[in-house]
């Protein structure tokens, strides 16, 4: 690994799943996430996990992936629009399936994962496809790199979510909110989020498949993955199922009222269909896949649109009292003496400008005893930041000589919401 993807990876480790993801896929007889994966270098061994009846881990979990799959794809080609944002892409077939499809396709993801897949797909597709392709770095707590990435777009954009937000906090979650009604109230178009009911996606499988057992195997499976990414060390609400087992609800009531006051409606689309298909179905007893289409039947892809009647409110407004200019771009300066490490930060510290702290940070990291943080001037920090202020915070023997001054109101609120008020 490349010591830049090694800095992105160490500050948002969520890259990882994107790769779980497209074996998933190359499991359940998806050509091209096998010659994705090939031209990545994995070796076929590692890919097929066979389809045995009794694996309670790899054969559901292959299902819901494919299950999301086809039904946020339907739900795409429905929209009726010309142009796919692909939010987050990871290393997805659907560039495939909608270029083909005469759809204008934008990949958008962390740098960790476009900077392996754009070279994969220039290396797989002719010139006519090549014009219908872009590729941008996005941090989706980042407006200026939404902002780029839809840019490209040459119409009204249907932008779809897979598989992103149980990695997000609760701030980033809305900070992806905001940020998408912005696009939508200018470009047009509209939001296919798939993961607001991940939960029940998951027991629509999970339940076909394992009947009783369905939350124990569930959770089982959960924690096998929860290596990917180190999701757990913030606290994120929209994560609901609770490892103890506790018995589990998710008030889609105050998700929807939380997108109507951050200005976006929303219309659910089921998964179900009659004629309903997946390959993965050869893999299924027939009992499985009935109690499958009874149970998807109350699973749906959320379309979400711009209200006209919004007016911005305290919700989505910039608050008044944070003593800085929010546009302050991103800088960070550094001074090493007597075992003492200032960092001053300015401007927004998330996934695509962390590194860089982490960069400084490991050049002085040998013989470092005490670390000052200056952050007066930072305007935001998102999950990234925070992680490399607790690589930086573990690094010290003694914790107390950890040091943050400056917090403003906007980032105490940021570090108390996602937890990390514990560590520093
Ligand atoms: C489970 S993968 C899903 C990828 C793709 N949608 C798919 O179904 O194959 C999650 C993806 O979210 C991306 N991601 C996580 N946090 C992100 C952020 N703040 N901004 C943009 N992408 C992010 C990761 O890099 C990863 O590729």
Same mark, same amino acid.
């Given at each position: ?276 298909? !997946? $390959?993965? /179905?050869?893999? %299924? ?5 009935? +109690?499958?289409?009874?149970? #998807?039947?109350?699973? @749906? ?84 930041? !925070? $992680?490399? /202020?607790?690589? %930086? ?5 003694? +914790?107390?000589?950890?040091? #943050?001054?400056?917090? @403003? ?16």
């Amino acid at each position: 690994m490349n010591a830049e993807k090694n800095l992105g990876i160490k500050v948002n480790p969520t890259s990882n799943t994107a790769i779980t993801t497209l074996i998933m896929l190359a499991n359940a007889h998806y050509e091209k996430a096998l010659e994705i994966l090939e031209q990545m270098g994995v070796e076929k061994e590692t890919i097929f996990h066979g389809a045995d009846p009794s694996d309670m881990v790899n054969r559901p979990s292959d299902i819901v992936r494919e299950l999301r799959y086809v039904a946020l794809n339907r739900t795409i080609e429905e929209s009726g629009l010309n142009v796919l944002m692909d939010l987050p892409c990871g290393y997805t077939p659907k560039v495939f399936e909608f270029t083909e499809k005469g759809m204008q396709y934008i990949g958008c993801d962390l740098p960790a994962v476009i900077n392996d897949f754009s070279p994969i797909i220039a290396s797989m597709t002719n010139d006519e496809q090549k014009k219908m392709i872009d590729f941008q770095v996005v941090d989706v707590t980042n407006f200026e790199s939404m902002k780029a990435a839809a840019d490209k777009a040459k119409g009204p954009v249907c932008i779809a979510t897979e598989g992103l937000t149980i990695y997000l906090t609760s701030e980033e979650t809305k900070q992806l909110s905001v940020n998408i009604r912005r696009i939508l109230a200018e470009k047009g178009g509209c939001w296919l989020n798939s993961d607001v009911e991940t939960f029940d996606y998951y027991m629509a499988v999970y339940k076909a498949v394992a009947g009783d057992r369905a939350m124990e195997l569930l959770i089982k499976a959960r924690k096998g993955f929860s290596g990917q990414s180190d999701t757990d060390l913030h606290k994120n609400k929209a994560s609901y199922v609770k490892n103890s087992g506790e018995k589990m609800s998710v008030d889609y009531g105050m998700i929807e009222a939380q997108y109507k006051s951050r200005g976006l409606l929303v219309e659910k689309i089921p998964y179900y269909r009659d004629d309903i298909k !997946l $390959r993965l /179905f050869d893999a %299924m007893t027939e009992e499985e896949i009935k +109690k499958l289409k009874e149970n #998807m039947k109350h699973v @749906n892809v959320w379309k979400i649109t711009v209200d006209p009647d919004f007016r911005e409110d305290a919700d989505t407004a910039v608050p008044s009292d944070i003593p800085i200019d929010l546009d302050l771009p991103f800088g960070v300066k550094s001074s090493f003496h007597d075992g003492v490490l200032e960092l001053s930060i300015q401007g927004r510290m998330d996934t695509l400008t962390a590194p860089e702290v982490l960069k400084q940070f490991q050049e002085a990291e040998k013989g470092v005893t005490d670390i000052h943080v200056d952050v007066s001037k930072m305007s935001y920090v998102s999950s990234a930041g !925070l $992680r490399v /202020f607790l690589i %930086m915070y573990k690094s010290l023997e003694d +914790k107390g000589r950890f040091k #943050m001054t400056g917090i @403003n109101s906007a980032v105490r609120e940021i570090i108390d919401l996602a937890g990390f008020d514990q560590f520093f």
